[in-house]
Every structure is written in structure tokens, then in C-alpha cells.
């Protein structure tokens, strides 16, 4: 086998969320809009939290709101908000985190939060849950380099290997061929964009949300 160092990509940030007071009655604030390629905050106590970016978005069949990103980005009841709303406070909560698979699934407040399919430069409009293979182009969106692209140097049943550029802070970003999900970055090799991309592909991860309570999961 052969055998990498593998980098995880977690960037670590300081958080001010607004905390609700007392006060006059205010209009509700308009929902945030979070989707494949969003920046995440997952709080861990005091001003701290791992930067990481939202895989996906979407609804299992009791019409609940689920968020997919990286494992190693945070464990079952951690609370999640949006980097780029921070003033809107916490919008979720990890329920579960797969250590083998390297991913997490967050459970949204709807109330809160509206599903998006597009962000920068990618669009989710459907998952392909074969892996790609060499030489198709994989590319994704990241909340720390935004939009790169590289060719599939390897996949099988459950991870892929491409040459996206990703640094820290990327884990969980959607990787797509054209506008359809096949999985998602969980680290690099050595040294970030330089170094390839690997990550869990979604055929996977949605073969696993049933045992962990999320049935019949649609991206939105």
C-alpha cells in the first residue's frame, strides 16, 4: 500500500456571535443562505472555533434540514454557525460525526436557514454517486481558496484522489464534476496545493446517513 502523509485541513478562528437581548421588538432577520462551498464555524467553547466549509445542504423525508461537512472538523453536539453571518448566532448542531468516513452531518434550524444550491463558482444540482476517474476534471469550493480545479488521479468505491488545490480550512468543500456532488475534501498530501486533494466520495456517506437517523437525504 501506498503509504502519504496526510494533512487534515481544519483552520482554527476566533468567533463574536451576537447573543439576543432584551430590548424593542425587531423584524425576524431574513434567513441565511447556506449551501455546498459556505464557510462554517464550529464553536468550541469560549472565542474559538474550527473554520471548515459545508459539503452540502438538504432535507431527509420528514422535511428536516441537514448539512453535510468534513468529521474531523467537530464532534456530535457542537454547535455551528455561518463565518460569514456570525451576527446571526448559532444556526445548528453536529448530531453525529463518522471517524472512518471523515464526515459529519449537522442538523439546521429552518427557521433560520435557507438551502442554496449555488455558491461562488459551483452549483449542486444533482450527486453522482459513481466515482469519477482519470483524467475528468473534479473541481470545488472552499471558504480558504474558493473555486480551484485539478484532474481525478485516482478513486475507488470510497475516496478519491485529485490535484485541486486545498489548504486548511477547506475541509468539507463539495467536490463536483460539472454540477453534480461525487464527494467532498477531507485533506491534502504534504503540502497544501502543491501536494494532491483526498476526500470521501458521497456514494458512501449517503449509505450511511439511514443508520445514523437521516432517511431518503435530497440535496437542495
Not at 425587531?26 to 474559538?48: E, W, Y
Not at 452549483?123 to 466515482?131: E, F, L, M
Not at 486548511?168 to 453534480?180: A, K, L, N, Y
Not at 483526498?198 to 456517506?205: E, L, Y
Amino acid at each position: 500500500m501506498l503509504r502519504k502523509l496526510l494533512v487534515a485541513c481544519v483552520a482554527l478562528a476566533s468567533v463574536a456571535l451576537l447573543v439576543s437581548g432584551g430590548g424593542a421588538a425587531v423584524a425576524a432577520p431574513a434567513k441565511v443562505a447556506l449551501g455546498g462551498g459556505s464557510g462554517i464555524l464550529v464553536l468550541q467553547g469560549g472565542n474559538s472555533a474550527a473554520a471548515c466549509t459545508l459539503t452540502t445542504i438538504g432535507t431527509d423525508n420528514t422535511g428536516t434540514l441537514y448539512g453535510l461537512t468534513a468529521g474531523h472538523c467537530g464532534e456530535g453536539g457542537q454547535r455551528v454557525a455561518s463565518e460569514q453571518y456570525q451576527n446571526r448566532g448559532v444556526l445548528g448542531r453536529i448530531t453525529f460525526s463518522n471517524h472512518k468516513l471523515d464526515y459529519a452531518i449537522i442538523e439546521f434550524d429552518a427557521s433560520k436557514v435557507a438551502a442554496t444550491r449555488r455558491v461562488g463558482n459551483v452549483t449542486i444540482r444533482s450527486v453522482q454517486t459513481t466515482p469519477p476517474a482519470f483524467p475528468d476534471i473534479a473541481c470545488k469550493e472552499g471558504r480558504t481558496t474558493g473555486n480551484t480545479c485539478g484532474v481525478t488521479w485516482f478513486a475507488d468505491g470510497i475516496a478519491h484522489i485529485s490535484q485541486i488545490c486545498v489548504l486548511e480550512g477547506d475541509s468539507g468543500s463539495p467536490v463536483v464534476i460539472g454540477d453534480r456532488l461525487i464527494g467532498m475534501v477531507n485533506a491534502y498530501y504534504y503540502v497544501g496545493c502543491i501536494g494532491p486533494e483526498t476526500g470521501t466520495n458521497i456514494k458512501p456517506i449517503l449509505d450511511d446517513l439511514p443508520r445514523r437517523g437521516v432517511v431518503g437525504f435530497t440535496v437542495h
